[in-house]
Each structure stands twice: as C-alpha cells, then as structure tokens.
C-alpha cells in the first residue's frame, strides 16, 4: 500500500513539475526578451547565491506577482522589485525597483533586480506546490551522527552520517535545506524531513563551521575549538560523538592560558589588575598563535597594555600601525615606558625610511602609519614580522578600501588589533577586523554575510565564536582600579598643508621679530596667532583647503567614545563656532555655551545636557571655566590646553565634582612641532615667564624682559 502510495504522490509530483515548469520556461521566455544577456546573469548570480530575501510569490489565475529585496553586493546596498506577469496575453504590468534603472521605451526594461526576484519565486512555487501533495506519514526521519576525529596539524576531523542515505546524495540534501526546504526527495522516491530536530542542527552546525565545501573530507580548525565546545554543552547536541577531541584541544588552550605570564621588569609603569589581564590576554593568544582584538573602552590604557607585551617580545620583530595623528603620541608613550626598546620610527623622508628599513634587524619595533605603510608597501615585502598590532582599527573597517587591503598584506605571524569601537555601523565592519588578524575564521565575506548578516538568528553563534578573541572593559567594569580622574595627552603630528601654514607663518614672524624691536605685546598677538593656527587653519589662512589636523582626531575621540557625553574646551569662539560646523556635517548633536551666553540660558543649557541626548557641549573656556555642573559628561577635552593647568583643573572640575559616578577622562590636544608642545613641556622649567604670559604681565615681566630674541625664537616658535 505504501509503495502504491509513493508511486501515487510521485505521479502527481511530476505532473505539477511538468506544469510548473512550462510556466517557468514562458515566463523566463518572457524576462529573457526585455534584458540583456549580461544583466540576467547578474540577476541569476543575486539568486543562486540567496540573496534575496523577504520575498512573496502570488498566483491569481493566469497572472503571476513576485516580490523581493536584493542584496546587491556591488552596489553594497538593497533593492526592493516587483513585476506581475500574465501568462496568457505575456504582459507585464505593476513592474518597479529601487535601483531606478528602468527606462520608458517601447518595450519595459526589467533589471537584474527583478530577475533575481522572478528566478526565486519560480522556485518559491515550486517548491509550494509540492509540498501541497506530500503525506507526512511517508517522510523519513533518520538517524544522524556527527562523529568528531583528534585533531592533526591543527585540523579536527567531521564526518556526517545520515542513516539509510547515500552519502553522495549530502551534498544535495544540504542544499535544499540551505533553500529552507521543508522536504528532500530521495533518489528512492521517498522524503526526508528537513526539518528533524537533530538533522538541523547537525546541518546548522556544518553550515557555521563552514565545512560543507566537501562532505567526505570535513574539517575544523582548532581556533573554533572553544566554540565547538560551548555549543555542544548547551545545545546538548547527542548526536555528535568525539566531544572529547574537542575538549583535548579546549584543554591544550587553557594549559597556555594558564601559565604564568611576569610583566616585564623594566617596564616604566605599574600596571593595574585589569591591564595585567590584557597582557596576559596578548601572551595566550600569540602562544597558540591566534590573534586577537583588544576593545577597551577609551581611556584604559590600550596602548600601555601594547607596550607591555611588544617588551615582553623585545627578542622579536614587530611592527605596529597607527593613525597619522597618533604616530608621535605611540613614539612618546614607547619611550617613556620601554626606553629599552629600539623603536624605528618611519614617517619622515622617504630616503629615511629606506634606510631603516635596510637596516631593520637593528631594531625591535616599527613604528608607522596606515598612509605610510601603503605606500611603503612594496619594501615590505620581503619582510616577516613576529607580531604586527594596529591602532584604531577601525581604520579597516571597510573590506575593499585600498588601505585596508594593503594592511591586510603585513606578513606577521600572530596579529592583534586595538579599537574602542569594533563596530560602528555594521557587522561587516568586524568581519574585516578579523579578516586581519585571523583571516578565514570568519570565513570569506559573501559566506559571512549569507550566515550572519542576513540571518538575525545566528547571532549568538557569531558571538560565541568571537568571544575568546576579544576583550573589552568598560570603565563601569574596572572602576574600582580606577583614579577618578584620567589625565592623557594626545600629541597630534600636523597634515601636510596644515604643517605648512603654521611653518610658513613662523618663518614670517621670526624673521620679523629678528628684524625689528618688537614690543612683548605685540610678541604675544604672534602667539595668538601661532595658537589659533594650531587649532583651525581654515579661520586663519584664506582659502585653505588642507584638513584641520586638531578637528580629525576631535571627531574619533567623539566617535570612538559610543554612549559617553563630552565636554569640549577651548579659548576661542570662533574656533568653536568651526567645531560646531564639522558637528553638523557628521550629524552630531551639541550644546552651545560661551560669554555671550545670558545666565538664564546658561542654567538652561546645562539641565537640557544633562537630561537630553546631545553627545557634546562646546564651550568657552571664560565662560564655562567655572559655575557649571556638568556630570552628565565623563569625558573633557582641552582643544586648545591652556598654559595655566589650574585653569585647566578648574574646567575639567565642570564634570569631576561631587555627584560623578564614572571615571573622568580628561584629554590634552598637542599639536606636535609647535608653540603648543613647547610651552607644555616648559610648564615646570619655565613657570614664571608661563604664568606672565597666561596673565599678559609682559610689560612688566622682569622673565621676558630678560629674554634674548633668539631665547624668544627658540622658546616658542621652534
């Protein structure tokens, strides 16, 4: 009886195939004559790659509807199509698509959007209607093992098993279900139930590991182990037999993650607890050879924890990459914690550069930026580092940018990446950090998208699988190791245009001051003006077209800084009438406070900050230095540091008061090579002629008056 049954469900199987596939072909026919060849290739490659989605097929007599979105990865954005079709008279009617690529002739232009969305509803047909004539009491529901062979160079065995299945027909099998299949039609004529429990989640798994490229040989990299292990605990996966290799590997990793790792004694710092973890965290991973990223929150000492382990290695050959801003903030902070490390900095000439690189066995670490190393790129070829570690890794966030491939291109054998913010828009922005530092983890991108990115349901997994490689604290978390108050300067190195507009305009008032007798008033308006330089050329020099070196790293700091409020600082109205500008332009909302500001409105404005949801508050130093509570924020920039660091504190106490609950991180921009830095690094040695200055006691300055021209020069203008 039930194989007359079968060979009945089989009969009308083949008679609804037969036409539905006439239909198919008509309405192919009918694509077919209003695109081109190349266009529906595209279309048919969107289809069979699944990357439509949210889609709907309707039969209503002899007209036919489809609907979808595509994914178009060359253009990186979605395209939603419809087109109704009738079978009998071949017209097309109700034909749109986001991508406005349809032109009015005579005849309707259909693009590979819609084919795409035809192609898939065809099959989304197909595979209703048959569905409509199975008799689940004739479905199989087999037995399935995953069995788990030890691991060999670095690889653990998988082979599947499906019980009274040949085992060429997996490959197919998995295919359906990748199709969201309900059912599988065996060779045999008889049906497999895609969505058994243990069958789905044994597919499910293979599909995560990605491991489905060939069912007779599957393998699992060890650096999945840790996942593996997790997911067959808590799914509670019976079917998977050798769970002990798996553990045998977790183990292997646990032996190294607890060994114990001494901070390097001529290491200029005492690090906290939780920095010790990071070092510790950086040491595990580079001994089983994995990369890793390290998220901390801004302000808790990413790069001393670098520094830590690049000492702990200073036996190895490492290169890190940063910004162009940070480079000299990176070659200060090595200096001053592991003096004992020879550091060659690449970021002047290039003949410089070339020399270094020559001589490269001379030095422990290379220090360069993302630009430099671009175009350096071709000398490095040759090279292979032990360990490479890039700073503000967000900087590869997108996969095609140019810059990301070539950093992508180090040769290092373990890679690590430090950035506060591991996503900032998208979960493609992760997959490009670790396609650096472990490519293939995360598998290829179009696999990463297909699993994660258009499946909300696999989200865990994804987090499961990116646990062990990432550590991240917030300052919430560590605030017990925490001072209240975080002081860092950021030395920031000058853009190209931007250098030669402050240089241009010392070389003019050098020259003049050498020249003439010039009073000490009118040597403080060039001061001014050096300053004002520092901060916002564009104010300063007609028709400047370079960037604003300062505002570029003020905008990563506020985006870097997720959900944290930011108090801004600075002398200048007119500097903080530009920040607000470049804020609107990045879409990020502010307050506004400066002297102009009535003493009703001020109170108003810091009640609307504390309570709203404005990220910055710009203010005049004057203005807001004192009178305000502002603990709300638990960020301070100083824009433009006063020389006066009492007058420094006395802002920065705008949001480290009583009543802060968080840690405040108060920030110093420096621009490197200028009258800024000299007058920071002089704070102690020179403070009589500091505090003239800030007071414009010059007339009267015994310090001043005692100066020389050239003391002069030399002090602020070298």
Same mark, same amino acid.
């Given at each position: ?16 195939? *037969?036409t ?10 009918i ?17 069979? *790659? ?15 509807t ?10 990186r ?26 032109l ?8 590979? &959007? ?130 002990k ?55 808790l ?45 690449? &970021? ?158 010392v ?14 008033i009118?040597v ?8 004002q ?37 600075s ?6 009438e ?28 810091v ?112």
């Amino acid at each position: 009886y039930l194989n007359i049954k079968i060979m009945s469900i089989i009969e009308i199987n083949a008679k609804n195939e *037969r036409t539905l596939k006439m239909y198919s072909n008509l309405i192919e026919e009918i694509i077919r004559s209003h695109i081109d060849k190349n266009k529906f290739n595209t279309g048919f490659s969107f289809f069979k *790659r699944n990357l439509v989605i949210n889609d709907y097929s309707k039969v209503d007599g002899d007209n036919i509807t489809f609907y979808a979105t595509v994914i178009d990865e060359n253009h990186r954005n979605n395209y939603t199509a419809i087109i109704s079709i009738n079978t009998k008279t071949r017209v097309i009617s109700n034909m749109s698509c986001d991508c406005h690529s349809l032109l009015s002739n005579t005849k309707p232009q259909i693009c590979s &959007h819609i084919v795409a969305t035809v192609l898939n509803g065809l099959e989304n047909l197909n595979k209703e209607t048959n569905d409509e004539y199975i008799d689940e009491n004739i479905t199989i529901n087999p037995n399935i093992t995953l069995d788990i062979s030890q691991s060999r160079n670095g690889y653990m065995g998988m082979k599947l098993d499906i019980e009274g299945v040949d085992s060429n027909e997996y490959r197919e099998i998995f295919s359906s279900y990748k199709n969201n299949n309900r059912l599988y039609r065996m060779k045999n004529g008889a049906y497999l139930d895609l969505k058994d429990n243990d069958l789905e989640q044994a597919f499910k798994l293979i599909d995560i590991l990605n491991i489905y490229n060939d069912f007779d040989n599957m393998k699992i990299a060890n650096n999945k182990a840790i996942y593996l292990e997790k997911l067959i605990e808590e799914e509670d996966l019976s079917f998977v037999n050798g769970s002990k290799y798996v553990s045998n590997v977790v183990k292997k990793f646990d032996k190294v993650k607890s060994k114990n790792y001494e901070v390097p004694k001529d290491l200029n710092a005492t690090l906290r607890d939780y920095q010790v973890s990071g070092f510790e965290f950086f040491k595990t991973l580079s001994d089983y050879q994995f990369g890793g990223i390290l998220a901390d929150e801004m302000g808790l000492g990413k790069t001393i924890q670098t520094i830590a382990f690049l000492l702990s290695n200073k036996d190895k050959k490492s290169i890190v990459i940063t910004p162009t801003a940070l480079i000299y903030n990176w070659k200060n902070e090595l200096e001053k914690f592991a003096p004992t490390l020879k550091v060659g900095l690449l &970021h002047a000439a290039k003949s410089e550069r070339e020399k270094i690189l020559d001589n490269i066995d001379n030095y422990d670490v290379i220090l360069t930026t993302y630009t430099t190393y671009k175009n350096d790129i071709d000398k490095y070829k040759n090279i292979n580092f032990d360990y490479c570690i890039i700073d503000e890794a967000q900087n590869i966030k997108n996969p095609d940018a140019i810059i990301t491939k070539a950093i992508k291109n180090v040769n290092a054998k373990v890679k690590f990446a430090l950035t506060g913010t591991p996503i900032e828009n998208n979960l493609m922005e992760l997959w490009s950090i670790f396609d650096f530092i472990m490519p293939g983890y995360l598998y290829n991108k179009s696999k990463f998208k297909s699993i994660f990115v258009n499946n909300d349901k696999n989200i865990i997994e994804l987090k499961n699988l990116i646990k062990p490689f990432i550590l991240r604290r917030t300052k919430k978390e560590v605030i017990t190791e925490l001072p209240d108050k975080i002081e860092q300067k950021i030395i920031i190195d000058l853009e190209k245009e931007h250098k030669r507009a402050y240089k241009g305009y010392v070389n003019l008032i050098t020259r003049k001051i050498k020249e003439n007798n010039q009073d000490n008033i009118t040597v403080f308006s060039y001061l001014t003006k050096l300053r004002q330089l520092c901060l916002s050329p564009e104010l300063m020099v007609k028709n400047y077209q370079g960037k604003n070196s300062k505002l570029d790293v003020l905008i990563n700091i506020i985006n870097d800084s997720s959900d944290e409020k930011i108090l801004v600082f600075s002398q200048f109205t007119k500097v903080l009438e530009v920040i607000g500008k470049r804020l609107n332009e990045e879409n990020i909302s502010y307050s506004y406070l400066d002297g102009k500001t009535s003493a009703k409105d001020r109170v108003k404005l810091v009640e609307e900050f504390n309570t709203n949801n404005n990220k910055v508050f710009l203010i005049s130093l004057k203005a807001g230095g004192t009178g305000l509570n502002l603990t709300s924020a638990n960020i301070v920039v100083h824009f433009d540091p006063w020389w006066n660091p009492a007058v420094e504190d006395q802002a920065s106490d705008r949001a480290h008061r009583i009543g802060q609950k968080n840690v405040v991180n108060v920030i110093k921009l420096i621009a490197k090579g200028t009258a800024e830095e000299r007058v920071i690094n002089l704070q102690e040695t020179k403070k009589e002629l500091i505090e003239d200055v800030i007071n414009g006691n010059l007339d009267n300055s015994s310090t001043l008056k005692n100066l020389s021209k050239d003391d002069i020069i030399d002090l602020f203008m070298s």
